[in-house]
Each structure stands twice: as structure tokens, then as C-alpha cells.
T-cell receptor, first 110, second 112 residues
Framework: QKEVEQNSGPLSVPEGAIASLNCTYS??????FFWYRQYSGKSPELIMF????GDKEDGRFTAQLNKASQYVSLLIRDSQPSDSATYLC??????????FGKGTRLHILP | DAGVIQSPRHEVTEMGQEVTLRCKPI?????LFWYRQTMMRGLELLIY????????DSGMPEDRFSAKMPNASFSNLKIQPSEPRDSAVYFC??????????FGSGTQLSVL
């Protein structure tokens, strides 16, 4: 079973601090990795994607990928209350299937 | 573009009834995915299409579920007969390439 694993949380982070979200995947053939944000009662929306080992930064968000360890992470700097949501990690395998983790609930404390 | 459009937004039905969920993908997107989301199992891939052709339906839970994409502008997911355990939010998503998915608003299905 090819899976994407995430800690369900909730992860509580003070406003202004760095939130760190982690994800592991089991399929070594996975090629691309994504972070989606889902507000309660809403649909997921893509916020970051990464293909290569290392870091990728976009504004307050940094995605990190380590293919040797099969590990993906998302850092959110200067956390805001509006960042409170569930963050879904996803991986695309060689069959073009996009598999999601169950998500981590993030709560930014004002 | 209006984005991915799903209908209905909410569906309440009785066990044994047929349920049809509908999706209109973003124009020009070649890929269409159907997912189901529950608290217990998260977001599960049911089936996906490329250029209207079903590519992988291994996530369809059983024969009660079927999905079609008769043209580039429309797909439906049918459950017949429906069961209480089918209650979930069903999302349709489309993409230009099978990576950056754009999700519809979802259909909240309740089977009583």
C-alpha cells in the first residue's frame, strides 16, 4: 500500500512563530510533492509544490524535500491566525496518481 | 473561468437509492479526478480520467460505484445502491497536468 503519512495534530503555534509540518511517503517512485491547505468546510487549495531535493521558498512558505529519507516538510514563517487550517501533503507516483495524507490540523494562537 | 463546478452541494438520500454526483472541470484541463473525504480515511482517490478516458479506477470501493466522462466538459459519479457508509464529501478536481489540482466545492453526501 503506497501511503503518505502525516501527524494529525492539532499543532498549536503562537502567532508570529514558525510552524513546521511534516510528511513521509512510502513510494520511492514518487516524483512530485504538494502541500494543500484546507479550511474547515472548504475544498483543498494548492499552496506549494516541490520536485527536487532541497528547499523551495514562496513568500512565508518553504517546502523541503529529502528523497533519500522520503520526507517532505512545510515551514510557515511569521504564522498568522489566517494560517489556521488543515494542511494536506500529497505525492504523485509514476502512475500519475496523486495520493494524499490525512492532513495535519494547524492552530495559530493569537 | 468559474473553476471546477460540482453539483449538488448537498445530497441527502435513503439507503438503497441511486445517487448521481456531477462535475464540470475547468475548460482545457485534460485530467479529472474524483476523491472522497472522510474523517477516518482522509482524502481517497477513487478514479481519474485523462482526455475523457478512465486511467485508474482501483480506488473505486466496489461495483456499486461507477464514473463516466462522456465529454471534456462533464463527468458523473454514480452510486447504486447507496449505503450509509458512503456518506462523505465527494470532491472533483481537474488539472492541466496530473499535478496541480483545482478542486470543486465538493458534494456533501448523507445516506440515511
Amino acid at each position: 500500500q503506497k501511503e503518505v503519512e502525516q501527524n494529525s495534530g492539532p499543532l498549536s503555534v503562537p502567532e508570529g512563530a514558525i510552524a513546521s509540518l511534516n510528511c513521509t511517503y512510502s513510494d520511492r517512485g514518487s516524483q512530485s510533492f504538494f502541500w494543500y491547505r484546507q479550511y474547515s468546510g472548504k475544498s483543498p487549495e494548492l499552496i506549494m509544490f516541490i520536485y527536487s531535493n532541497g528547499d523551495k521558498e514562496d513568500g512565508r512558505f518553504t517546502a523541503q524535500l529529502n528523497k533519500a529519507s522520503q520526507y517532505v516538510s512545510l515551514l510557515i514563517r511569521d504564522s498568522q491566525p489566517s494560517d489556521s487550517a488543515t494542511y494536506l501533503c500529497a505525492a504523485k507516483n509514476r502512475d500519475d496518481k496523486i495520493i494524499f495524507g490525512k492532513g495535519t490540523r494547524l492552530h495559530i494562537l493569537p | 473561468d468559474a473553476g471546477v463546478i460540482q453539483s449538488p452541494r448537498h445530497e441527502v438520500t435513503e439507503m438503497g437509492q441511486e445517487v448521481t454526483l456531477r462535475c464540470k472541470p475547468i475548460s482545457g484541463h485534460d485530467y479529472l479526478f474524483w476523491y472522497r473525504q472522510t474523517m477516518m480515511r482522509g482524502l481517497e482517490l477513487l478514479i481519474y480520467f485523462n482526455n475523457n478516458v478512465p486511467i485508474d479506477d482501483s480506488g473505486m470501493p466496489e461495483d456499486r460505484f461507477s464514473a463516466k466522462m462522456p465529454n471534456a466538459s462533464f463527468s458523473n459519479l454514480k452510486i447504486q445502491p447507496s449505503e450509509p457508509r458512503d456518506s462523505a464529501v465527494y470532491f472533483c478536481a481537474s488539472s492541466l497536468v496530473p499535478e496541480k489540482l483545482f478542486f470543486g466545492s465538493g458534494t456533501q453526501l448523507s445516506v440515511l
